[in-house]
């Protein structure tokens, strides 16, 4: 498995994305079901042009981590010492910077695939569910404060439905 980073650019019409994907979780193996590239740009697109992003251009970095290094990230930049799906980094550009850099956003594919199995849902689904929810906290979503959590699931609920899944707030 190389670290080396996948860089990708995509256009669907309104929105140009460069997507670099970095796979440095070394536990991965060729038989795990971890989404292909475009997958990934598929999601994020979606994500973006339903969450009306309006600009032309959109640069996203997306890793793939193990379960320590996501849990070292979620101790140092949450304060809780276990791992997580994903964290998502927004880029804090200072005024005036013109760059199209939306964030990071960091995966941990072990927690995915372990989450998945436990909520009964397909690994894909899941993926993509996490994909999209990683790309609207880039944009600004939340769902720290209860109203905030309504709108950003109603969307993600909708994204979901639009690339074809179920809804992924409801279990078996």
Not at 7 to 32: A, C
Not at 160 to 171: A, I, R, S
Request: net charge negative; glycine share 4%.
């Amino acid at each position: 498995m190389s670290n080396e980073p996948t860089i990708k650019s995509m256009n669907d019409s309104t929105i140009t994305l460069t997507l670099d994907i970095q796979r440095l979780d070394e536990t991965l193996g060729e038989h795990d079901s971890v989404p292909d590239d475009s997958q990934f740009q598929h999601w994020t697109l979606k994500a973006l042009t339903s969450a009306k992003y309006v600009q032309p251009d959109a640069e996203v970095s997306l890793t793939l981590v193990d379960t320590a290094e996501i849990t070292r990230l979620n101790r140092e930049y949450r304060h809780k010492n276990d791992p997580t799906n994903v964290l998502s980094f927004p880029a804090d550009l200072p005024e005036g910077v013109d760059v199209p850099l939306l964030g990071d956003i960091i995966i941990c594919p072990a927690v995915v695939m372990h989450e998945a199995g436990e909520q009964h849902k397909s690994i894909e689904a899941h993926w993509a569910h996490m994909t999209v929810h990683g790309i609207l906290h880039l944009l600004g979503f939340d769902h720290i404060i209860e109203h905030d959590a309504h709108v950003m699931e109603a969307l993600e609920i909708a994204i979901m439905k639009d690339l074809g899944y179920d809804n992924p707030y409801e279990q078996d």
